[in-house]
């Protein structure tokens, strides 16, 4: 779904790609958001200065720093490129940052009564609240706030979808509770709760909520003649740009990178690892073995289930497996897995094998800013994986089926009872301790965090 959050998000992308290509981003990027909100222009919030300042934040956020660590409003965005060319990438640990000046401070999530209300005889709203909190006053219905505990049934039972439910769009989708107001209303994350899933990034109608990008440190690198840069492109990329997967690697080739590697490959390593763990988990009497690809869902397991941990495969991500394929064959290489995904920024902090994190979004603004196209390329010479299940592990059900396949020749007597988690939500801590009980039978659990799969990652430029 096509909206001005992502149109401004990725104008800004561009503005600051370019600037680089010309080697005076120091000396324009502090131009950026007035060139974008000039005087007498269309606004997008309040005024233009409003907008001018939610673009500097932005800005930051693409240099790789949180807007909740200025300390300083006077100091200059050029101050802030200088410092990001000289020091290390940002804190994967940490992919996101919520831009106080972009946050609309929404009212907390109610019920409440429109003037569709015809005050009915039958009144259902009335007397199917369980707390009474529901009266007629001249004709039309009321809430009493003090007593109503959000229940949603005077909304499920009026006729004439009378009451309705406001909401706070990061909140309510946050499936971990991690996100909250501070005293002045502003939306904040508990990184302590903090799954990285990018629900919230998606969901926020203001752009509030940012990605701290890595992208000026992709570019800084594959501008230095000495270093060696690998790009390693997931399978959800398939179905993400127009022309063909060997044309886009050719585009991606034109980006500066010395090398690009399909991470399905790697998916190929998975399946095999995993597939073996599965067998050797069942042999020791382990009831269930899950998925370990979405590190959102392993982040959820770390974080809010730990007694589940032993539950979840200790198989390494395709994205691993790729990085050390490009090790071996580009030792000294920087390596830059790109993906739809904002955890994989905080699965590669963790990990030695992956230098940056680029999404879907960011490498096509890439193209876009050096006016590459991607149906005109030549198609690049791809390594086809020899296992014709690994491009589907970015689709729900995609790993389930390519360690069936693994299992299925060598191992006909293995029982697979296997299930799936579409789309990680509040209801899935339940769901989890349901399985672990197994109240809900399965020895084989695949979970992805984003409903569909890889493909419907927060990135995706098709969402």
């Known amino acids: 779904m096509r909206n001005g959050a992502q149109f401004i998000r990725r104008e800004v992308m561009i503005r600051l790609v370019r600037a680089f290509d010309e080697g005076n981003l120091v000396s324009e990027i502090d131009k950026i958001p007035i060139l974008l909100r000039p005087k007498h222009g269309e606004t997008s919030r309040c005024c233009l200065y409003h907008d001018r300042a939610v673009l500097k934040y932005r800005l ?25 060319l000289k020091t290390e990438p940002t804190d994967g640990a940490i992919p996101l940052t919520v831009c106080s000046a972009g946050c609309s401070s929404c009212p907390d999530s109610s019920f409440k009564v429109t003037d569709t209300c015809r005050g009915c ?6 007397y199917n609240c369980p707390k009474k909190a529901i009266s007629v006053v001249n004709q039309q219905s009321q809430i009493d706030y003090s007593k109503c505990i959000k229940c949603g049934k005077c909304m499920a039972v009026c006729p004439f979808n009378a009451i309705v439910k406001t909401t706070v769009p990061c909140e309510e989708v946050c499936p971990v509770g991690a996100i909250r107001k501070d005293e002045h209303g502003t939306a904040q994350i508990n990184f302590d709760r903090c799954i ?16 701290r990008s890595q992208l000026l440190k992709v570019l800084q690198a594959i501008q230095d003649p000495e270093t060696e840069v690998v790009a390693m492109i997931a399978p959800s990329a398939y179905a993400q740009f127009p022309g063909s997967v060997e044309q886009l690697f050719s585009a991606v080739s034109k980006l500066g990178f010395n090398d690009v590697m399909e991470v399905a490959l790697g998916a190929e390593m998975t399946t095999a690892h995993e597939a073996q763990e599965f067998i050797e988990k069942m042999e020791e009497g382990q009831p ?36 050390r394929l490009v090790r071996e064959k580009h030792p000294n290489a920087k390596t830059v897995f790109v993906g739809p995904c904002i955890a994989k920024r905080f699965e590669a902090s963790h990990i030695p094998e992956v230098d940056y994190v680029l999404t879907f979004e960011e490498i096509g603004v890439m193209m876009a800013a050096r006016r590459i196209d991607i149906i005109s390329q030549e198609p ?39 299930k799936f988690i579409d789309g990680i939500d509040k209801k899935t801590l339940a769901m989890l301790r349901a399985y672990a009980s197994g109240k809900l039978p399965a020895n084989f659990l695949e979970v992805m965090a984003c409903p569909g799969g890889c493909v419907s990652g927060p990135c995706s430029l098709t969402k």
């Not at 990285?196 to 990605?211: D, L, S, T, V, W």
């Not at 269930?288 to 007694?307: D, E, F, Q, R």
């Open 196 to 211: 990285a899933c990018g629900k919230c990034f998606n969901a926020c109608p203001f752009g509030a909520i940012m990605e």
């Open 288 to 323: 269930i073995m899950t998925t370990s690809c979405c590190p959102a869902y392993t982040g959820l397991v770390h974080k809010h289930l730990p007694a589940f941990e032993d539950k979840v495969s200790s198989t390494p991500s395709p994205m691993v497996y790729a990085a």
């Open 121 to 126: 005889f039958a009144r259902p709203c009335v």
């Open 60 to 84: 930051m956020a693409l240099l790789g720093f949180a807007c909740e660590d200025e300390t300083d409003e006077t100091r200059t965005l050029a101050s802030y490129v200088e410092e990001a």
């Open 380 to 418: 690049w010479a791809l390594t086809h994986p020899a296992n014709e299940h690994a491009r589907n592990f970015a689709k729900s059900c995609g790993v389930t089926q390519a360690v069936l396949a693994e299992l299925a020749p060598e191992h006909p007597n293995i029982q697979v009872n296997g």
